[in-house]
């Protein structure tokens, strides 16, 4: 019977030993990032807890089941400032002017800053309110006036603090 060598093992043992354990060892890994939460690679995204496999979402989405979701946060600007120069001025009250005499067009989001009573519309009322604003002569805290320099987002926003914010959801890609 021919004796067993007991030494040190062979290049190839150890070769084939220093594999079996960064396998091990990558597997391991693998587990504990999808016991953890999410495991990504590339565009492909698995998500633990959730049947989902295979979707991924554009740069700035985050993958949330099957759509793709992400904020977007835009300056809210005072109602009368409809130059959105962060400032009160008569160059507000010139641009609902020069809008009410069409020869300049605003923006929905202007619009809604040129609308000072809240009514609706933005109209001479309002130009003459914001007028009377800028020059000091208000009728009192309870008049139509009452809402010029106040926060306000343009629709579909919702304010918090000084800022607008917009979820935006759409379809996440199939891979």
């Known amino acids: 019977m021919k004796k067993k060598h007991v030494g040190r093992p062979s290049n190839k043992e150890l070769r084939e030993k220093k594999n079996k354990l ?5 597997i391991s890994v693998v587990f504990v990032l999808l016991v953890v939460g999410v495991f990504e690679t590339g565009s492909i995204s698995i998500l633990m807890g959730d049947s989902v496999t295979g979707y991924s979402c554009e ?8 759509k793709c979701t992400k904020t977007v946060r835009e300056r809210a600007y005072k109602i009368g400032d409809v130059s959105k120069d962060k400032r009160l001025n008569v160059s507000d009250f010139e641009m609902i002017q020069r809008y009410l005499a069409e020869y300049i067009n605003l923006d929905d989001y202007q619009i809604l ?16 309110l914001l007028q009377k ?3 000091g002569m208000t009728s009192g805290s309870m008049s139509s006036e009452q809402y ?8 579909g926003y ?3 603090g000084a800022y607008c914010y917009m979820d935006i959801t ?3 890609m199939r891979e």
């Open 113 to 128: 800053l040129a609308d000072v009573n809240k009514d609706g519309v933005a109209n001479m009322i309002d130009a003459t």
């Open 148 to 155: 010029i320099g106040e926060p306000i987002c343009p629709n």
């Open 133 to 135: 604003y800028l020059s």
């Open 22 to 26: 960064i396998l091990t060892v990558a």
């Open 158 to 160: 919702r304010l918090n």
């Open 59 to 66: 740069d700035g989405y985050q993958l949330k089941g099957d």
């Open 170 to 172: 759409i379809d996440a």
